[in-house]
């Protein structure tokens, strides 16, 4: 009896074993048949995932992955005479975007690679038949940190909902865990059919979204400014985000205040989405980005901005040639400077000091000495026109000897020339020329904002010095291996733990002396600037002097002394 007992015991405890096993192929059978079909998408902004549905290179992903300005790459399986490999396509193709639904259609061009050179497309599920406690499968590119992500991560769960109504649409609800980079990903059932495509992660772990797929019709997308939008939505996403940069604002901590503002432009983001052609959030996430330091991002924001607004106003092309200029593109940066000079003649000499004296802190005394001698005649009061003067001779004497005639040639009868340009620009902006310069023209219609210095190469995205791996023996479909009765047969268990980033051990460094105590520079120009306000509103100039202290309280929101600066233009205003 006893025997029999333990014959029992074992029996039940191997049984689970079993099933557990048998799982585990399920899922190994999932992840071979599938993996080859899901792509890595990847910009400077971020990451998502998408999955081939046909064999000539076309993608479905989330439409919220592609609405970024940004160029995306894409980095997918192809195959071709039985042999396999994983390639990136520098180049990604907006084909439609789905009028309702968070879903996009792309396009990489495999035909460049050859005739016989395809994708292999998955299989899409045709009947809603998945039942609540359904195991299911979700492969994506989770973000790892450092602009790198967890390529081709399976993991598992369970059908929670088929029918889950979020503000009038409706999703699948399942348990596998998802997290960014997710975004676009296949939800696979233990046949290998896809049954959804993930697109949202609940407020909490082991609850995520996929949009039905059993319906898919791509006849139904269309472009994307025929997209329809949804203004509702937009609007509480925008409110949300002036909230957080409301809250931003208050923070004293630097990395607090950047954290804020990185998730004010992640609503802002969410708001262009639902309504893709309002340009004023372009310029919000721009500015944002900008302010958190990620400036090839901001620069891309403001000339998609810019490139449907041109005349929108002179703070946007501050923004656009402080970016370029700090992402190391200066010829970039100067043209967008020019445009803004010549655009906005009345109101930017305040704007070309500050340029100038920026550009002589930098070093570069070649664009210090044109601003400087731009700046003098734009007409600010005497003082700072000879301050000015002094700058220029100052930096041209400091010019390579080999560009010194080329800056002659460009600020030669400067004062002649900006006159000039302050009667072109009241016809532009009468007339509504979007472009007042050809190099800006081209700049924004030609725009790469993947180089990230001037010269520099576009760049792949995912480090690697080629854009193929080493061509493999294709594997085949393991589902076609199915017997008679659903039994399968066993593939190899394919690991679904995604991998944890190498620690690096910290090193606590040893105390340094305290520093003296210095000068707050940026005090210092707050001063000078509310001294230059005062001046020119007791020459009559209110309007600049108003500028000026605007321009204040836009560039140093957070500085305690910027209250002087609110106060007095409080007062100028009457308020």
């Known amino acids: 009896m006893p025997r029999l007992t333990t014959a029992l015991a074992l029996a039940a405890l191997l049984i689970p074993s079993a099933a557990l096993r048998a799982q585990e192929d399920v899922g190994a059978k999932v992840y071979r048949a599938i993996h080859p079909s899901v792509a890595s998408l990847k910009s400077l902004e971020g990451s998502g995932t998408g999955f081939a549905i046909n064999d000539d290179g076309l993608i479905l992903t989330n439409a919220h992955v592609m609405t970024s300005p940004l160029p995306y790459q894409c980095r997918i399986d192809v195959y071709e005479n039985g042999k396999t490999w994983s390639?990136?396509?520098?180049?990604?193709?907006?084909?439609?975007?789905?009028?309702?639904?968070?879903?996009?259609?792309?396009k990489v061009d495999v035909k460049k690679l050859g005739a016989g050179v395809k994708t292999k497309p998955v299989r899409l599920a045709r009947a809603n038949n998945i039942v609540p406690g359904e195991t299911v499968f979700a492969i994506g590119n989770p973000g790892a940190g450092g602009g790198k992500s967890l390529d081709k991560t399976i993991t598992n769960g369970v059908i929670s909902a088929t029918a889950r109504e979020l503000e009038g649409v409706t999703y699948i609800q399942f348990s596998a865990p998802v997290n960014p980079g997710n975004s676009g990903g296949p939800l696979v059932s233990k046949k290998g059919e896809i049954l959804g495509a993930v697109t949202l992660k609940g407020g909490q772990d082991g609850v995520g979204y996929a949009i039905p797929l059993t319906k898919f019709d791509q006849k139904?997308?269309?472009?994307?400014?025929?997209?329809?939008?949804?203004?509702?939505?937009?609007?509480?996403?925008?409110?949300?985000?002036?909230?957080?940069?409301?809250?931003?604002?208050?923070?004293?901590?630097?990395?607090?205040?950047?954290?804020?503002?990185?998730?004010?432009?992640?609503?802002?983001?969410?708001?262009?989405?639902?309504?893709?052609?309002?340009?004023?959030?372009?310029?919000?996430?721009?500015?944002?980005?900008?302010?958190?330091?990620?400036?090839?991002?901001?620069?891309?924001?403001?000339?998609?901005?810019?490139?449907?607004?041109?005349?929108?106003?002179?703070d946007a092309y501050v923004d656009l040639g402080l970016a370029l200029s700090a992402a190391g593109r200066a010829q970039d940066a100067r043209v967008v400077f020019d445009e803004t000079f010549s655009k906005f003649t009345e109101d930017t000499d305040v704007i070309a000091i500050d340029i100038a004296k920026a550009y002589y802190k930098a070093e570069k005394h070649f664009d210090a000495a044109y601003h400087a001698r731009l700046a003098a005649a734009l007409g600010p009061i005497p003082r700072l026109k000879d301050e000015m003067m002094q700058l220029f001779d100052h930096c041209r004497d400091?010019?390579?000897?080999?560009?010194?005639?080329?800056?002659?040639?460009?600020?030669?009868?400067?004062?002649a020339r900006v006159a000039k340009m302050r009667k072109a620009a009241k016809v532009a902006k009468s007339n509504k020329t979007p472009y007042v310069n050809k190099p800006f023209e081209t700049l924004i219609t030609r725009y790469d904002p993947l180089p990230a210095k001037d010269g520099d190469e576009p760049k792949n995205l995912w480090g690697d010095t080629t854009d193929q791996t080493a061509k493999k023996d294709a594997q085949a479909d393991p589902f076609t291996n199915l017997v008679p009765g659903g039994t399968a047969v066993a593939t190899p268990l394919t690991p679904t733990v995604t991998p944890k980033p190498p620690v690096t051990p910290t090193v606590t460094p040893k105390p340094k002396p305290k520093p003296k105590p210095k000068v707050d520079p940026i005090a210092r120009r707050i001063d000078e600037k509310i001294s230059l306000a005062k001046l020119l509103y007791v020459n009559k100039q209110k309007d600049k002097a108003i500028n000026i202290l605007e321009q204040v309280i836009q560039f140093y929101p957070d500085h305690p002394d910027t209250k002087k600066a609110i106060a007095l233009r409080k007062q100028y205003e009457g308020r």
């Open 220 to 314: 139904e997308f269309v472009a994307l400014k025929d997209r329809k939008v949804d203004s509702e939505s937009a609007k509480k996403m925008i409110a949300a985000g002036d909230r957080l940069v409301g809250i931003a604002n208050q923070q004293g901590d630097a990395r607090r205040k950047a954290f804020g503002y990185y998730q004010a432009a992640q609503a802002y983001r969410q708001a262009l989405a639902r309504t893709p052609g309002e340009r004023s959030l372009y310029f919000k996430v721009g500015g944002l980005e900008r302010r958190i330091g990620r400036h090839p991002i901001a620069a891309a924001y403001l000339v998609r901005g810019l490139e449907l607004d041109p005349w929108f106003g002179k």
């Open 398 to 415: 400091r010019v390579d000897p080999d560009r010194v005639e080329e800056l002659d040639g460009l600020t030669k009868d400067m004062d």
């Open 87 to 106: 390639q990136v396509f520098r180049e990604v193709k907006m084909i439609g975007i789905h009028p309702d639904l968070d879903l996009a259609l792309v």
